[in-house]
């Protein structure tokens, strides 16, 4: 069993940054590939990005590239989604998840934290 707990989140300007952070419970992260993801309100959830177990490997959404960065820190059973140049429409709650392997697919992975809500002001 794993627990994953989201931080981070806030108001923002458009423009600015924040740094989400999701910490895991037990010594078994390292095991974990591990993904970001969001929902806006009235819309589906969609992936953000994601990064294997090792941190060697990482992947992003289209609209994510160029802005958002996922790193981990396996000493700290920590994955991180560093958001710049914010947008608007970057609003929504976001999620970490933890699965077997790198997924865009939400239903790819097991544990899911309780999110964090990020708003950006324009």
């Known amino acids: 069993q794993v627990q994953l707990v989201e931080s981070g989140g806030g108001l923002v300007q458009a423009g600015g940054s924040l740094r989400l952070s999701c910490t895991a419970s037990g010594r078994t992260f390292s095991r974990y590939d591990m993904g970001w993801f969001r929902q806006a309100s009235g819309k589906e959830r969609e992936f953000v990005a994601a990064?294997?177990?090792?941190?060697?490997?990482?992947a992003e959404a289209d609209s994510a590239k160029g802005r958002f960065t996922i790193s981990r820190d396996n000493a700290k059973n920590t994955v991180y989604l560093q958001m710049n140049s914010l947008k608007p429409e970057d609003t929504a709650v976001y999620y970490c998840?933890?699965?077997?392997?790198?997924?865009?697919?939400?239903?790819?992975?097991?544990?899911w934290g309780q999110g964090t809500q990020v708003t950006v002001s324009s």
């Open positions: 990064i294997s177990r090792s941190g060697s490997s990482t």
């Open positions: 998840a933890a699965g077997p392997r790198t997924s865009a697919d939400g239903t790819a992975y097991t544990y």
